[in-house]
């Protein structure tokens, strides 16, 4: 099974897709997509939708798990998160990819133990998790990873059952 | 030269295709894509995209004039809007059709000459501009009419002048 997680962006996009086998969860790819600023918007969301389709295409995901985009900074950058979001949902769903969205606080909880935890814990969490050797690397990789680890913590499907009794699934 | 306008939007997402060639602007296609509210949010935008795809299809623009997303109305709706407006942004510069944005108060200003205009005036005007025999509905499509009319409007291209000199482009 593999999971892809987004954290979604224009200017960088980071992302992480693991693949869980039972109680193993191991990173098959993790980095960052970005654009140039100084190209123009709508060419700069077609050539995220097309790095979004190179993945996919790489490595098939049945679920990409990305973060809700809330409005805790500047308006200018959330609305193209936004559009961004936009398009890497669409994408997915364009593929057949089933979609789930997570807060900022829901990840947080999920892979450090509680939604107050800083960027460091997370990134921390996020190498002990998936046994790296180093900490993930730039943070938008390290939150993309950290998303699709709280979408495996959540998902109460196969992923989880089959570790409990000890079967890949 | 075929220009579409469009004003994003999830539920509701207006849009005109309006053929100028010289002075005569003529409306070939206005209407709504709407999308189910019941449905994840995901297969609604890669839903958006398609109808978006089969109108690109169905009268090739040379431009896509979309309104500029702000956020005047509440978070929730204009972060759908976003989203809205990054997948088919995306989805003109992928089909290789050049995407301006303009502000809502631009859109008034240039078809109604003044950027307090309300909704009647607007659409009082894009019927008057586009010849049409009813004012346009519903608003989302009169909407999606006064951008692309917008466009022309501002557009220091070919369309004007060949009116100026009283030929077709």
């Known amino acids: 099974v593999f999971v892809l997680g987004i954290d979604p962006g224009l200017s960088r996009c980071g992302y992480c897709c693991i693949e869980a086998s039972g109680s193993r969860q191991r990173a098959v790819a993790l980095g960052v997509i970005t ?3 100084e190209m123009p ?3 700069r969301l077609s050539l995220l939708q097309s790095e979004v389709r190179d993945l ?3 490595h098939p995901p049945s679920v990409l798990a990305i973060e809700r985009v ?3 900074n500047n308006v200018r950058t959330a609305m193209a998160v936004g559009q961004a979001s936009g398009v890497v949902m669409a994408e997915a769903a364009h593929r057949g990819v089933e979609v789930f969205e997570y807060s900022p606080n829901e ?5 450090a133990g509680h939604g107050s935890a800083d960027k460091a814990q997370v990134t921390q969490m996020v190498q002990t998790l998936l ?3 180093r900490p993930p690397r730039p943070a938008d990789a390290a939150d993309a990873a950290a998303i699709a680890l709280c979408h495996l913590a959540h998902s109460p ?3 989880r059952r ?3 009794i000890g079967v890949a699934p």
Request: charged share 25%.
């Open 107 to 111: 990840v947080k909880g999920a892979v």
């Open 35 to 37: 654009t140039p600023t």
């Open 131 to 133: 046994r790296l050797e």
């Open 56 to 58: 996919i295409d790489e």
């Open 157 to 159: 499907a196969l992923t």
């Open 162 to 164: 089959s570790a409990a």
């Open 70 to 72: 809330l409005f805790q």
């Open 41 to 43: 918007l709508a060419r």
